[in-house]
């Protein structure tokens, strides 16, 4: 990025903070993430600077899907070379609470800095970083800058670029080619990502299609049924096939369990994407008929067939999922963009998902034309979930479907881990 550039993003920048300040703080009091840690996002800590370990590997993760990505590189990096040192800097406190409860010993986890050039220097200082790592398309100027002026590789992992995307920055090309310019590699999830990652100027010295850190289960522990869990659903009647509508969004709780009621003796288990959700998520369904039993407060049913799960936890999908008969992906109907329907397929459960999952391509296309997923509008939603419910030969075709395009993905893990070593090597 020129100089000019960067001194007009270091004068707005701060000015953006400030405006946005209120709500972000009010968005972390209400998922219980304030403490004196966030001051870490000014570069202010409370653990002396000698104590801190240096010469670490830098791993820059968002929310709590980059920083689950960030956890299997850093376990499996581990596995393979244990003396190495991890940084693991996460932006929300979700995904703060989760790479401090999961990750593994000796990596330390904080709060990603605020891009300002003040705090990153006191922030390189404390950790000397050696190697720079991005997950999933996160590129702040002033970190690249600040690596590439000391010397530090930039690489950007489980990267992902559509054909739109590309074309906006062909026309920012001024602005982006030198910020781009500074990724040292760029791993693609598929051949798809990097023609267009190619197409905006990577050379293909820069560019390796190793597959996506998020669907390699490889070594990922499989979800498991938990005997809390199926007492719970025992409440509500023996023998009911359990539809299970994963990390929905506002408007989706009601949508969808309205649909799960007219599929005779299914039973409606909803997980909303944010647990904080919860009182709205209540309402809605409570607004439609529904008995809502919450999982934070569990009481059995007075009345099972009009009752409906509230899952209002956090960091329990993957192990519902080994619940379900069937999963219905949130974020599909109403909103944009989808979510993740890999855990269910790592549990053998098919998917019923909306129209709107763009950004899961190209997993979804594929999963589509190998007739992996049940994909259906949201007025086909009920057709759906009673074609697969009653037909057992098509959920073993599904399945089985959707295992094998996820095999494509197998190992990417260590391919990223592969490219990465040779840019702390060299």
């Known amino acids: ?6 001194l007009l993003y270091n004068c707005v920048l701060p000015v953006f903070f400030l405006l946005a300040a209120p709500a972000w703080l009010l968005k972390m009091f209400r998922r219980g993430g304030v403490d004196r840690r966030l001051f870490q996002r000014l570069g202010l800590f409370c653990d002396p600077v000698e104590y801190e370990r240096v ?25 393979h070379n244990p003396d190495e040192r991890f940084v693991l800097a996460a932006t929300t406190s979700t995904g703060f609470k ?16 605020l891009d300002l050039p003040l705090i990153l220097r006191g922030v390189f200082r404390r950790f000397e970083p050696v190697l ?12 690249l800058h600040f690596g590439e002026r000391r010397g530090i590789p930039v690489a950007l992992v489980n990267a992902r670029l559509s054909e739109r995307s590309a074309r906006r920055y062909e026309r920012l090309r001024v602005v982006t080619a030198p910020l781009l310019g500074q990724l040292k590699v760029v791993c ?10 190619g197409s905006i100027g990577f050379s293909d010295e820069a560019l390796i299609v190793t597959g996506s850190l998020k669907y390699d289960l490889q070594g990922v522990e499989q979800p498991t049924e938990r005997n809390e869990f199926r007492e719970m659903i025992k409440a509500f ?29 299914a039973l409606p288990v909803i997980l909303p994407r944010h647990a904080e959700r919860r009182g709205a998520a209540r309402a809605d369904l409570e607004d439609a008929g529904f008995e809502v039993i919450l999982r934070s407060n569990f009481i059995p049913p007075q009345s099972p067939e009009s009752a ?39 549990a053998g459960v098919p998917v019923i998902c909306g129209p709107h999952m763009g950004n899961f391509e190209p997993l979804i296309t594929d999963l589509r034309v190998e007739e992996a997923v049940e994909s259906v509008r949201q007025t086909d939603l009920v057709m759906g979930l009673r074609a697969v419910l009653d037909s057992e030969s098509r959920r073993r075709m599904m399945t089985k479907a959707a295992t094998s395009v996820l095999d494509e993905h197998w190992g990417a ?14």
Request: a neutral charge; zero cysteines.
């Open 98 to 113: 989760l790479g401090e409860n999961e990750a593994p010993e000796g990596v330390r986890v904080i709060y990603s800095p």
């Open 237 to 265: 009647g023996p023998g009911r096939p359990v539809v299970l509508a994963a990390s929905t969004h506002a408007g989706e709780e009601r949508l969808i369990a309205e649909a799960i009621r007219k599929v005779p003796g």
């Open 132 to 143: 720079i790592v991005l997950i999933d398309s996160e590129l702040w100027p002033n970190l």
């Open 55 to 79: 010469g670490v590997i830098y791993i820059h993760a968002v929310s709590v899907g980059e920083v689950r990505m960030a956890l299997r590189l850093i376990t499996r990096w581990l596995q």
């Open 188 to 197: 693609a999830q598929a051949a798809k990502h990097a023609d267009s990652w």
């Open 413 to 426: 893990t260590d391919r990223i881990i592969d490219r990465l070593r040779k840019l702390t090597d060299s």
């Open 1 to 6: 990025m020129n100089l000019a550039v960067r």
């Open 308 to 346: 409906v799960l509230l899952v209002d936890s956090t960091g329990e999908l993957r192990d519902w999922t080994a619940h379900a008969d069937v999963v219905v992906i949130g974020k599909s109907f109403l909103g944009r963009g989808g979510q993740n329907p890999v855990e269910a397929i790592a």
